[in-house]
């Protein structure tokens, strides 16, 4: 298993990547960083995050906020800039997105346009993997009017592609914002099952932000562990053994901050376990 330790960038963290029994890292950037520490990380750069909002007044605009197609709009040098490291790294970038066959086909996206501004981000970085993440139930809210299913980003992503002509946007699927689905009335009848949706998210460069969806799936510590849920955690882990067991299990566990993380920690430790058949 590709098990993948998540912190931010900073001088004491690349001590931790480079120490820590693991196959890599993803960067979560917060927008002050200095890109220069990049170069000290050992470990395999798998993905860094697309900064957060932090001057917003709900969860929907912080994650709205790395939306591809907003992004691409408002803030397309900044992305660039965060791609010149992960072209230097072969590596890809998480962002977020809300699209679905509705909204692609409306008056209000500018399609060919986004389609251009991605053509452009391959023929500039051409080993730069756009890492598109499932959002949940942050999907949706009055102000934004948008439905997105966990099921829909793959689909998306498959035309998107073939009308770059080239497999940029690989889908990340969050196991918890699949499981905040759950929560909606509206939804939860459309569900493939999570094997299934892990199946459905399978591509070239298959990542998965590994983590349990419990308690308030909506507050900002609604990743956790499978401390509660053991045998979730085995059944998921033989799962994708099956389906691809070369993905990235990026161990993304909401915490009270990015540079200490016992719980991110623990869950690494039992998925050694699992590996040398210890986990009970």
Same mark, same amino acid.
């Given at each position: 298993?590709?098990?993948?330790?998540?912190?931010?960038?900073?001088?004491?963290?690349?001590?931790?990547?480079?120490?820590?029994?693991?196959?890599?890292?993803e960067i979560q950037l917060i927008g002050d960083e200095d890109f220069s520490l990049f170069d000290g990380i050992k470990k395999k750069l798998v993905t860094i995050h697309y900064p957060l909002a932090t001057d917003v007044v709900s969860e929907v605009e912080?994650?709205?906020?790395?939306?591809?197609?907003?992004?691409?709009?408002?803030?397309?040098?900044?992305?660039?800039?965060?791609?010149?490291?992960?072209?230097?790294?072969?590596?890809?970038?998480?962002?977020?997105?809300?699209?679905?066959?509705?909204?692609?086909?409306?008056?209000?996206?500018?399609?060919?346009?986004?389609?251009?501004?991605?053509?452009?981000?391959?023929?500039?970085?051409?080993?730069?993997?756009?890492?598109?993440?499932?959002?949940?139930?942050?999907?949706?809210?009055?102000?934004?009017?948008?439905?997105?299913?966990?099921? %829909?980003?793959?689909?998306?992503?498959?035309?998107? #592609?073939? /009308?770059?002509?080239?497999? =940029?946007?690989?889908? *990340? +699927?969050?196991?918890?914002?699949?499981?905040?689905?759950?929560?909606?009335?509206?939804?939860?009848?459309?569900?493939?099952?999570?094997?299934?949706?892990?199946?459905?998210?399978?591509?070239?460069?298959?990542?998965?932000?590994?983590?349990?969806?419990?308690? %308030?799936?909506?507050?900002?510590?609604?990743?956790? #562990?499978? /401390?509660?849920?053991?045998? =979730?955690?085995?059944? *998921? +882990?033989?799962?994708?053994?099956?389906?691809?067991?070369?993905?990235?299990?990026?161990?993304?566990?909401?915490?009270?901050?990015?540079?200490?993380?016992?719980?991110?920690?623990?869950?690494?430790?039992?998925?050694?376990?699992?590996?040398?058949?210890?986990?009970?």
């Amino acid at each position: 298993m590709n098990k993948i330790i998540k912190l931010t960038l900073c001088p004491q963290n690349i001590d931790i990547i480079n120490n820590t029994d693991c196959e890599g890292v993803e960067i979560q950037l917060i927008g002050d960083e200095d890109f220069s520490l990049f170069d000290g990380i050992k470990k395999k750069l798998v993905t860094i995050h697309y900064p957060l909002a932090t001057d917003v007044v709900s969860e929907v605009e912080e994650e709205m906020f790395t939306d591809l197609f907003q992004i691409l709009k408002n803030r397309k040098n900044h992305l660039k800039s965060i791609c010149a490291v992960a072209e230097k790294h072969h590596c890809g970038i998480v962002v977020h997105s809300y699209l679905n066959w509705l909204r692609i086909n409306s008056e209000n996206y500018d399609y060919e346009n986004f389609i251009a501004d991605l053509k452009e981000i391959h023929n500039e970085y051409p080993h730069v993997k756009l890492c598109v993440e499932n959002t949940g139930t942050l999907s949706y809210s009055e102000r934004f009017d948008i439905f997105t299913r966990a099921e %829909d980003i793959p689909r998306m992503l498959r035309r998107i #592609n073939a /009308d770059i002509g080239y497999e =940029l946007c690989h889908p *990340l +699927l969050d196991i918890t914002h699949y499981y905040m689905e759950f929560s909606s009335e509206v939804w939860n009848h459309f569900h493939y099952s999570l094997a299934e949706t892990i199946e459905l998210y399978k591509s070239s460069y298959q990542c998965i932000h590994f983590n349990y969806g419990l308690g %308030d799936c909506n507050g900002k510590r609604h990743s956790k #562990n499978f /401390d509660t849920n053991p045998k =979730l955690l085995d059944e *998921l +882990l033989r799962a994708i053994k099956v389906i691809n067991e070369n993905a990235y299990l990026i161990l993304e566990i909401c915490e009270d901050d990015y540079d200490n993380r016992p719980e991110m920690f623990k869950l690494l430790e039992d998925i050694q376990k699992w590996e040398k058949g210890e986990f009970k």
